[in-house]
């Protein structure tokens, strides 16, 4: 029995708040994280008037424009599983990867499984900050995205816009890899 290829792809969402069901997701941007240039962006309509004014401040988004020129959620779910699809095949696992996963990830899920019925991703997610942390024990406190730049180098840098964001996490996902951990250790792009 063979084993199937993981696909990792990094994931990066803009929200209007810090819970699924109550804020909206407004915008998604995922891209392969060994070929971030393969990659899925949308804006998604609110399906809530609620907000917490920090948030939308940080993404620079705003409810009623969304809701004028987003997405319909389910449109945009759709098209973000028949991305995935494409990307992964049939003979791949899919492995959700973010900065902060439980966060990005809980807001996918929620969408995935209200609109979609299903998450593509399953139950699979690699958060960055704690496979830095277990790469170099460090304390979580140094699991910032600052102090992981500062070891790491990166050459592209964070902007609230999710896609960027999600070409920039795979950036640091691949650096941790390269620089951080033992060679030949999992975590390689599938052929």
Request: hydrophobic share 40%; proline share 6%; net charge negative.
């Amino acid at each position: 029995m063979s084993e199937k290829r993981e696909i990792f792809v990094s994931v990066d969402v803009e929200t209007s708040g810090p819970i699924p069901g109550e804020y909206s997701l407004l915008s998604i941007g995922a891209c392969s994280a060994f070929a971030p240039d393969e990659a899925f962006s949308c804006e998604l309509k609110p399906i809530s008037d609620k907000f917490d004014p920090k948030a939308l401040e940080v993404t620079g988004l705003s409810l009623a424009t969304l809701a004028q020129t987003g997405e319909e959620p389910r449109l945009a779910m759709e098209k973000f599983a028949r991305w995935l699809g494409d990307l992964c095949g049939d003979d791949a696992t899919i492995i959700f990867v973010g900065f902060n996963a439980p966060f990005d990830w809980s807001f996918i899920n929620y969408y995935f499984h209200r609109f979609l019925g299903e998450n593509p991703f399953g139950f699979t997610a690699l958060d960055i900050k704690a496979l830095y942390m277990g790469a170099t024990d460090c304390s979580w406190a140094d699991t910032r995205s600052s102090q992981i730049a500062q070891n790491v180098a990166p050459t592209l840098t964070g902007t609230h816009d999710a896609l960027a964001d999600a070409r920039y996490q795979a950036e640091i996902f691949r650096l941790i890899k390269t620089k951080l951990l033992p060679q030949g250790k999992g975590l390689s792009p599938a052929p």
